[in-house]
Nanobody
Framework: VQLQASGGGLVQAGGSLRLSCAAS????????MGWFRQAPGKEREFVAL????????YYRDSVKGRFTISRDNAKNTVYLQMNSLKPEDTAVYYC????????????????WGQGTQVTVSS
């Protein structure tokens, strides 16, 4: 399994970015896709997830209404549309995937992509 994240960059507060995570190496119909972020000096935190088979989505409270996770089945790609960005959204963003049957992102069956830097200036 390979996950390729892209789309990060520098944006002013209030701006938008769309992150992409291209997945390859297997069929992801029974997998959960997630976005995480890690700011300097802080622990990695959950941002959003998408249940590939059921189309369920979940977000951390601080991004609800501003971020949207979506997918393109044909491209095996998951997106994170980020609007109304704030300086506190600055972090390295990671995509990850794990089987639906696992209960934790700490599972040995979780795959992580490389990060993409998002910097929001005030």
């Amino acid at each position: 399994v390979q996950l390729q994240a892209s789309g990060g960059g520098l944006v002013q507060a209030g701006g938008s970015l769309r992150l992409s995570c291209a997945a390859s190496g297997r069929t992801f119909s029974n997998y959960v896709m997630g976005w995480f972020r890690q700011a300097p000096g802080k622990e990695r935190e959950f941002v959003a997830l998408f249940n590939w088979s059921g189309s369920s989505t979940y977000y951390r409270d601080s991004v609800k209404g501003r971020f949207t996770i979506s997918r393109d089945n044909a491209k095996n790609t998951v997106y994170l549309q980020m609007n109304s960005l704030k300086p506190e959204d600055t972090a390295v963003y990671y995509c990850a995937t794990r089987p639906q049957g696992t209960s934790s992102w700490s599972s040995a069956l979780t795959y992580w992509g490389q990060g993409t830097q998002v910097t929001v200036s005030s």
